[in-house]
């Protein structure tokens, strides 16, 4: 009797990995081929002019006497606001549908997953929905890179130390 209940096994997993293979054939019929080539083209244009355009910024605001310090801050903090904004408004996810990772890549993509999760959020309320949602992305990104940074500094304490 327990040669069949492993034999019933054997036929029930034989069948389960039919069904599976069966299943993958039936979702290749309709999954789109990806177009990588045109994909690739389109990410490194997008994520070119992106940085064209902060060069460009940062090269007229140290034109105007900032340092080159402040103007990387300053450019970093207008993507990371523009990328903010243009989701709030949904048309970061439009741009990115077509732009691909030229636009994710960037410390724009960071910006962007911060503010989309909170969006989703934001019928629980402005502390229970947003503000709570706001960091799960941007809460281990400053821990780990928090931690980093503790660690890198007490190696770099005891180097110069001894």
Request: proline share 4%.
């Amino acid at each position: 009797m327990l040669q069949i209940s492993e034999e019933q096994n054997k036929e029930k997993e034989k069948q389960k990995k039919e069904i599976g293979k069966a299943y993958g054939k039936y979702a290749k019929q309709f999954t789109p081929k990806p177009k990588y080539f045109s994909n690739c083209v389109k990410a490194f244009l997008t994520g070119g002019i992106i940085c064209v355009a902060a060069l460009a910024v940062q090269n007229r605001l140290q034109a105007a006497g900032i340092s080159e310090k402040d103007a990387g801050a300053f450019v970093t903090m207008g993507l990371v606001i523009l990328a903010q904004l243009l989701t709030g408004l949904g048309i970061f996810d439009v741009i990115a549908k077509h732009a691909g990772a030229g636009v994710i890549v960037p410390i724009t993509g960071f910006a962007n997953s911060m503010v989309a999760p909170a969006i989703e959020f934001k019928k629980e309320g402005p502390v229970l929905g947003v503000g709570s949602k706001l960091f799960t992305v941007a809460g281990p990104v400053l821990v780990c890179g928090i931690s980093a940074a503790t660690v890198t500094g007490i190696i770099y304490w005891f180097i110069e130390k001894f």
